[in-house]
C-alpha cells in the first residue's frame, strides 16, 4: 500500500466514527428546546427552565421537575421534548426545596413585553419535529 493511502484510510475511518457519534448523541437528545434566561442583563444560573401547557399550572407548591436547569450564563436545553404547543417557565429555587414559593422564588416566562405596562404577556412555542432554539427569557419577577 502506498504512504499516502494509509493516512487518507485513517481520516476516512475517524470521520465514519464522528459522524456515528453525532447521530447517537441526536437521538439521545431527541428534540431540543433551548435559549438563555437572565434578569436584568445579568445571567441567572442554577434556575429551573420548565414546560407547561398553562402558565398558571406554576403555583405555590409546584414541583420543579422535567425541565433544566441554567448553566452559569444562564443557557439552558431541555431535551426529548415531544411534539405539542408549550409554555416555558422558568423559576429561581431561592431556598433550595424544588417547589415554587409564592413570593420567595422569582418566577418568569418566555413571551413579550406588554406595550402598556412592559410586563412579559407568555407566548407559547410550538414544537413540531425540530429543535427550537433562542426561547430566551430576560425578566424574573417576584409574586
Partial sequence: MKK???PL?????VS????????KVEEVLGITISGNVSNAGQPVEGAYVLLVNNVSEIVAGSPLSNGSITLGNGNYTIIQVED???YVVVVKDEN???????????????????SLTGLTI??????????????????????
Fill in 4 to 6: 499516502g493511502i494509509v
Fill in 9 to 13: 484510510i485513517l481520516i476516512l475511518a
Fill in 16 to 23: 465514519l466514527i464522528v459522524a456515528l457519534s453525532c447521530e
Fill in 84 to 86: 405539542g404547543t408549550y
Fill in 96 to 114: 433550595g426545596n424544588t417547589s415554587y414559593d409564592l413570593g420567595t422564588d422569582p418566577i418568569g416566562w418566555y413571551g413579550h413585553p406588554d
Fill in 122 to 143: 407568555p407566548d407559547s412555542v410550538i414544537i413540531s419535529g425540530n429543535d427550537v432554539s433562542n426561547i430566551d427569557i430576560d425578566t424574573l419577577y417576584v409574586q
